[in-house]
């Protein structure tokens, strides 16, 4: 079965360009998620779908963060534009249901902002 | 306001040894509890679990504890082995409105030494 994708895996932009990273789930997984990690700390979730529908985004900074999830498969995360604060990994995880405790990840994008 | 806590940002073994890694949590609507392996440019990957219900479950060299009364769960490696050496992650699960949420733990960086 694969698993999580992610592209791209780094990404170097500077202060108020724009940038998007993609996600693929494992198939079949219904439930997706958005995670910003900064360095030292723990995933933070930023954005959680159900199959095509945002159910939490209390998290997501929608002045600059937006993400879809068209079809219910595939998603993008885009910033724009971007503050030096942004630089962190961003994760997508899945998950089977939604009320599924575990979510399986992605390998990350590595976003640099300078 | 941080609901799952790591203090040890760090924790050196010896191989062989018992490793000892601690997580306290605040809230009282968390109702399973995770753990994930984190290896430098890799996703988190989901390690050993334990519903609220439960107070130890174990999976071959992995044991997690969970003390409710305290709020406070630990996991246990032993023996210890060098690819045992990751950032581990505690997490802890909430379920609202039908949907569950992850929130993490800064993490605690495992180093084994031979």
């Known amino acids: 079965e694969a698993g999580v994708a992610q592209s791209p895996r780094y990404k170097i932009i500077e202060k108020r360009q724009s940038v998007a990273f993609w996600c693929n789930p494992i198939?079949?997984?219904?439930?997706l998620y958005w995670y910003q990690q900064i360095l030292g700390q723990g995933p933070k979730l930023l954005i959680q779908?159900?199959?095509?529908?945002?159910?939490?985004d209390s998290q997501l900074p929608k002045d600059r963060f937006s993400a879809e999830r068209l079809k219910g498969v595939d998603s993008t995360l885009k910033i724009q534009p971007a503050k030096l604060e942004d630089s962190a990994v961003y994760l997508c995880?899945?998950?089977?249901?939604?009320?599924?405790?575990?979510?399986?990840f992605g390998p990350g994008t590595r976003l640099t902002v300078t | 306001d941080q609901q799952v806590k790591q203090n040890s940002p760090s924790l050196s073994v010896q191989e062989g040894r018992i490793s000892i890694l601690n997580c306290d949590y605040t809230?009282?609507?968390?109702?399973?509890f995770l753990w994930y392996k984190k290896y430098p440019a890799e996703g988190p990957t989901f390690l050993i679990s334990?519903?609220?219900?439960?107070d130890k479950n174990e999976d071959g060299r992995f044991t997690v504890f969970l003390n409710k009364s305290a709020k406070h769960l630990s996991l246990h490696i032993v023996p210890s082995q060098p690819g045992d050496s990751a950032v581990y992650f505690c997490?802890?699960?909430?379920?609202?409105?039908?949907?569950?949420?992850?929130?993490f733990g800064k993490g605690t960086m495992l180093l084994v030494s031979p």
């Open positions: 995880a899945s998950s089977h249901g939604q009320s599924s405790y575990e979510q399986y």
């Open positions: 198939s079949g997984h219904a439930t």
């Open positions: 779908f159900q199959n095509n529908g945002v159910v939490d």
């Open positions: 809230n009282s609507m968390f109702d399973y």
């Open positions: 334990i519903s609220s219900i439960k």
């Open positions: 997490a802890a699960s909430a379920v609202n409105s039908g949907y569950s949420t992850l929130t």
